[in-house]
């Protein structure tokens, strides 16, 4: 079974600085998809970052990147120039798209506070 | 504007009661999918459906129950075996083409006990 396991219940930062959530995940399969998703306080789910595993160059999103280690099965989400309204829940993800279901596993999140 | 509707947003149930919680989309996405949020708990899959009239148990289906008449719909049932329902109720859909795009999510609704 795949699980993700996100080890960083809570974290906080200053407003404009750059701050690191950590993700790593377990499977034995070798094509697979990976998200983080934001849920601000209004608890909408929005999607953040994807990545898809056969690619070596990390995704970027404007001030949102990651750091994929395939080898290591890590997948950590790097915020720089922390704004306010990155204050939410952040949850990891993973997919594996085989002719099944394209179940999204979660792990727990972290809670992320930015701070004025 | 497509995406996903979820109603109603706040629910209440009284023990020995069942709900339903609505879901309808209207982005001809072909999976949808139910998932409750409990706090520290991560988002856990209750059922899927790929298609219309077919569906599968996720992993805490227990107390839950669902059809998929409609593409756009797909409606949860809480049922009186499920005993701790209070929670936050999330409906996800996707295209279901091995794409890997993740999912688009309804605004979820809160379900309490009373």
């Known amino acids: 079974a795949q699980t993700v396991t996100q080890s960083q219940p809570e974290m906080s930062v200053q407003e404009a600085e750059t701050v690191t959530l950590s993700c790593t995940y377990d499977t034995s399969e070798s094509n697979y998809y990976l998200f983080w998703y934001k849920q601000p306080p209004s608890r909408q789910m929005i999607l953040v970052i994807r990545?898809?595993?056969?690619?070596?160059q990390n995704a970027t999103e404007n001030r949102f990147s990651v750091n994929f280690q395939k080898a290591a099965k890590s997948f950590s989400l790097k915020i720089s120039d922390s704004q306010l309204g990155d204050t939410a829940m952040y949850f990891c993800a993973f997919m594996i798209p085989q002719g099944g279901s394209e179940k999204l596993v979660f792990g727990k999140g972290t809670k992320l506070t930015v701070n004025p | 504007d497509g995406g996903i509707t979820q109603s109603p947003k706040y629910l209440f149930r009284k023990e020995g009661q069942n709900v339903t919680l609505s879901c309808e989309q209207n982005l001809n996405h072909d999976a949808m999918y139910w998932y409750r949020q409990d706090p520290g708990q991560g988002l856990r899959l209750i059922y899927y459906s790929q298609i219309v009239n077919d569906f599968q148990k996720g992993d805490i289906a227990e107390g839950y129950s669902v059809s998929r008449e409609k593409k756009e719909s797909f409606p949860l049932t809480v049922t009186s075996a499920q005993k701790n329902p209070t929670a936050f109720y999330l409906c996800?859909?996707?295209?279901?083409?091995?794409?890997?795009?993740?999912?688009?999510f309804g605004s979820g609704t809160r379900l309490t006990v009373v």
């Open positions: 996800a859909s996707t295209e279901y083409r091995g794409t890997g795009r993740g999912y688009t």
């Open positions: 990545q898809e595993a056969y690619k070596q």
